[in-house]
């Protein structure tokens, strides 16, 4: 994969891959938790990058980063600066995670890499519910059988799907060893559900739930359009996002999320 090189006012290694993470997102300047209860997770998560790149690497006096020289990876901000779960709490705690496969190659599966970043950021063993979102329903195989293989370890408790209709959920269940737990269909969709999917859920034990996210989270023109802002890549250079993980941190006794944010992952190509 080819390197770039990023402005010298920057003093940053050539990178090959760039790691962000957006941190809480609840906790940005006029965040309205009513109203942005079915805001679009790509508007949200360009917010969320944009206030990561300003923080880290032009609000502070030196940018807060990590750099792997063995794998060429550039993490913003540095994760040793995060609030992490105390161990004391997890009892209390329901970590909830979504990935968006934006590299849609069969042959590979972003599985372990996700489930590594968000274990690392939050400071947890295992997930609650792991989701994944996916354009291409026929690619999902071998990343069903990570999850799988996870969900033996107890790695992550319960598997979702997004956006599955009646045919392919059907189909897919019939192939797998683990069901999903749920499956999450879009808020458009919320009151014309078809009668069809809702038996097969039944049926399978498949909770049905809603959200507002779009499966394309973040393309490569946004992405690459945004680091270019802040400095950290030229224009002529491009970013192609791999993958996107949403996650949430609800306390139960509290009845809130407590912690909500994004994880991205991109390749740089000159």
Known sequence: MPAQHIPNKLDIPTFDQIILYTGNVLHSVGYDHQAKLWKKSNRELIEGITSTLYGS???????????????????????????RIHPDDRKHVEVTAKLFYLDQSPSISHINQAIH????????????????????????????????LHH????????????????????????????????????DQCCSLPADLIQLGKKNGIELTYNGDITEIITADTLSSLMSEHGLITMDTQVTPRWVLKYDVFYQYRSVVADKGYIVVGDVKA
Request: charged letters at 20%.
């Open 152 to 187: 033996e370890r107890g790695t992550i408790h319960k598997l979702g799907v997004s956006d599955f209709d009646h045919r392919t959920l059907n189909q897919f269940i019939n192939n797998i060893k683990v069901k999903p737990y749920l499956n999450q269909v879009h808020v």
């Open 117 to 148: 970043h968000l274990q690392r950021l939050l400071n947890v063993e295992s997930i609650d519910t792991f989701i994944v979102s996916m354009d291409n329903k026929d690619l999902i195989g071998k990343v069903w059988q990570d999850l799988e």
């Open 57 to 83: 690497l032009q609000e502070s006096p030196s940018p807060s980063l990590l750099y792997n020289n063995d794998t060429r990876q550039l993490e913003v901000p540095n994760l040793n600066l995060s609030n």
